[in-house]
């Protein structure tokens, strides 16, 4: 065959763009509907199963268009669905999806997602099995799935530019506009070459080769080692945002290593050998099972992340390495494809359906793990040859072993951290466990392996403040200060927690608790006694505390405190101008606002400093520092009001003031970037 470079490039182009686009919407409309669901991570958890549904349908689009339509209409056909798409440009979220907080936020994001961007997404995702269909139809050198490598490199090249590049510069209406040029240019790209070629011979005539279908067990073999990668990718970037680290890159940095797997293993089959990559394998797999069992702080931050990486890289080598041996011939491509997809789906809802709904703890992981390396296993061993029956049966004996252990590992360090758990619940909000310690003579809420509050069993003391919210903290002192000559304030809280500041509650005072986790209410009520101190006039409002507050008349906040973080994970929609707009029309004119920035990775400082600035308000931070064993936490509260004199309290002497940061922007809802505050 004749290789042709102009055609080969034009196909290039236009794959390579779709890719690009594929994954430079998907952080896009993360970031633009994150605000509405309170910043859980499980917004991105269901964004990518939206996606990867979306994906899957447009794999079987490609498959029937293929197999059911002659050349003609294909292009009539996706000439018209091209266009049809570009009536939803620009692309945004509509207002009336915003929650009002009794909604299934999985079913409200899914839904969302299908009006705003449906159409285009799934237009955009036809294109790397339809145009490789028809590229294979060409009389031209060069193997179609090739540029099924070119299309992960598009993909991981959005997804690495997106919070290095977009996301610092541009506020995310011009992200959306840029996009949507982007996306009409391939849309003429795409409808030219639909057009252009709308006379070429069928696919299945392209080749007079007698190839047979691919079998059950085949397709069968696709789906699931298409699934475990995509079980990992998803669980492993929740464990890592949970409990490790959720700084800017957490989200990418999975997806990009899975998409660089599949660039290395389907550009050249050179980059997957067996020899070198099982043995890593099962150096990964138990490594990737002993890590969640050591405690959060046992290696530095980076390093866990870094052995993390390497290992979930290593699985997704071996599970695309034996993908990218297993091709079909290229009349069997939008078929291959399909299961592909499928796979990726599988694990997509997996992961952001059943999980979150139907466990009581974060398994799927443990599972992932295991799942991966029974496929590897079965795959290895069904096309392996062996000389002797029993150097088989040495091999399989010993996998099945060295599974069994790695399950062991798992099962058994689930049952450790359920140990001394009175209670453990999971939604889409994350994991929460009710743990008592006898030895320490007190109740903990935990959210992962972040404590959200504990009290005392102790009678005597069950009404004391800890962790976070002890007298001595920021918050303690800026409530005491409040009821220091007055007989009733009103506090404002957002992020309930145990309902730990209740303990501040006198008769005369009134609390007003927002939380967006219906499960979250139902333990503090249940399991703790803060709320049901008969002094506390207090009311629970359910929902994200942003729209509530956008909603409601002026509350006159004596003092508004701002604790909705989840562990180091930060709510970015908490911290725009707009957000402290909003603060500020509901305290009093002498009002105070308290914000807790307690942070391993981020300094909130500049975005906590140039809000100020832009209201007009006096800022300090009040640090405290405390030793193990005592009642209190680490932490760190920014302290804001525009009363000028509040400060000369002999309470704050230690609030330190904060520099004024250097060509630092301040964030609003349409632009932030959290690489700007990395320590």
Not at 28 to 46: D, N, Q, R
């Amino acid at each position: 065959m004749k290789y042709n470079a102009g055609l080969t490039f034009q196909y290039g182009l236009i794959i390579f763009l779709s890719a690009f686009l594929l994954f430079q919407v998907q952080p896009l409309m993360g970031k633009l509907i994150l605000p509405w669901f309170g910043g859980s991570a499980s917004v991105w958890t269901t964004c990518m199963l939206f996606f990867q549904a979306t994906l899957l349908f447009g794999y079987v689009y490609s498959h029937w268009i293929v197999k059911a339509l002659s050349p003609y209409k294909q292009s009539i056909l996706h000439i018209a669905l091209l266009v049809l798409s570009l009536f939803l440009l620009p692309i945004a979220p509509s207002e009336i999806w915003k929650p009002s907080g009794d909604e299934n936020p999985t079913t409200q994001i899914l839904g969302l997602l299908f009006v705003s961007i449906g159409l285009p997404y799934f237009v955009l995702s036809t294109t790397g099995p339809l145009v490789q269909a028809w590229f294979a139809r060409e009389k031209t050198a060069g193997l179609p799935y090739r540029l099924f490598a070119l299309s992960n490199l598009g993909s991981m090249i959005a997804l690495l530019a997106y919070p290095t590049l977009f996301e610092p510069l541009l506020p995310t209406r011009w992200q959306s506009y840029s996009w949507s040029a982007l996306f009409f240019f391939f849309v003429l790209a795409c409808g030219t070459l639909a057009w252009q070629k709308r006379h070429g011979q069928p696919l299945a005539h392209a080749d007079d080769t007698n190839e047979p279908p691919p079998s059950a067990r085949s397709l069968t073999t696709w789906i699931l080692l298409a699934t475990c990668p995509s079980i990992l990718m998803v669980a492993d970037t929740s464990y890592l945002t949970e409990n490790i680290a959720p700084v800017p890159m957490i989200w990418v940095a999975p997806l990009t290593l899975y998409l660089l797997s599949f660039i290395l293993c389907f550009e050249s089959k050179g980059w997957y050998q067996r020899k070198i990559y099982l043995p890593l394998l099962i150096v990964s797999l138990f490594v990737l099972s002993y890590l969640p069992t050591m405690e959060v702080h046992a290696l530095p931050t980076f390093v866990e992340m870094a052995i993390n990486f390497a290992c979930f890289f290593v699985i997704c080598m071996a599970c695309h390495g034996e993908l990218a041996q297993q091709q079909p011939h290229p009349k069997f491509l939008t078929t291959y494809y399909l299961m592909l997809a499928i796979g990726g789906v599988a694990g997509g809802f997996f992961v952001g359906v059943i999980a979150p709904y139907f466990f009581n703890g974060n398994y799927e992981l443990s599972i992932g793990i295991v799942l991966a390396g029974t496929i590897i296993a079965i795959v290895f061993f069904a096309d392996q040859r062996f000389d002797r029956t029993s150097r088989k049966v040495i091999a399989v004996g010993g996998a099945v072993c060295f599974l069994a252990l790695i399950g062991f590992i798992r099962v058994n360090d689930h049952l450790f951290e359920l140990r001394g758990s009175k209670l453990s619940l999971r939604n889409f909000y994350g994991t929460l466990k009710v743990i008592e310690n006898a030895e320490g003579g007190y109740i903990n809420l935990m959210h992962g392996q972040i404590s959200h509050g504990r009290q005392y069993t102790d009678p005597n003391r069950r009404l004391e403040p800890t962790s976070y919210y002890v007298r001595e903290s920021g918050v303690g002192k800026v409530i005491t200060i409040g009821q220091a000559g007055a007989k009733s304030i009103k506090v404002g809280v957002i992020g309930l927690g145990i309902g730990t500041l209740a303990a501040y509650a006198r008769p005369d005072d009134a609390f007003r608790f927002y939380e967006i986790n219906p499960q979250v209410i139902e333990v503090a009520r249940e399991r703790f006694d803060f709320l049901s101190s008969a002094s506390l006039k207090s009311d629970l409002i359910l929902g994200d505390a942003r729209l509530r507050l956008e909603h409601e008349p002026p509350q006159k906040f004596d003092v508004l405190v701002i604790d909705a973080f989840s562990g180091d994970s930060v709510p970015v929609h908490l911290l725009t101008l707009e957000a402290f707009a909003q603060y500020f029309k509901h305290l009093k004119p002498d009002g105070v606002l308290a914000l807790h920035v307690t942070n391993r990775f981020l300094d909130l400082e500049p975005v906590v400093w140039t809000a100020a600035e832009h209201f007009a308000a006096e800022v300090r931070m009040v640090r405290m520092e405390v030793a193990p064993g005592q009642a209190g936490f680490r932490s760190h509260w920014a302290v804001m009001t525009r009363n000028k004199a509040y400060f000369d309290n002999a309470l704050l002497k230690d609030a330190k003031r904060m520099e004024a940061p250097k060509n630092f922007l301040p964030w609003k809802d349409d632009y932030s970037s959290l690489i700007s505050i990395l320590y």
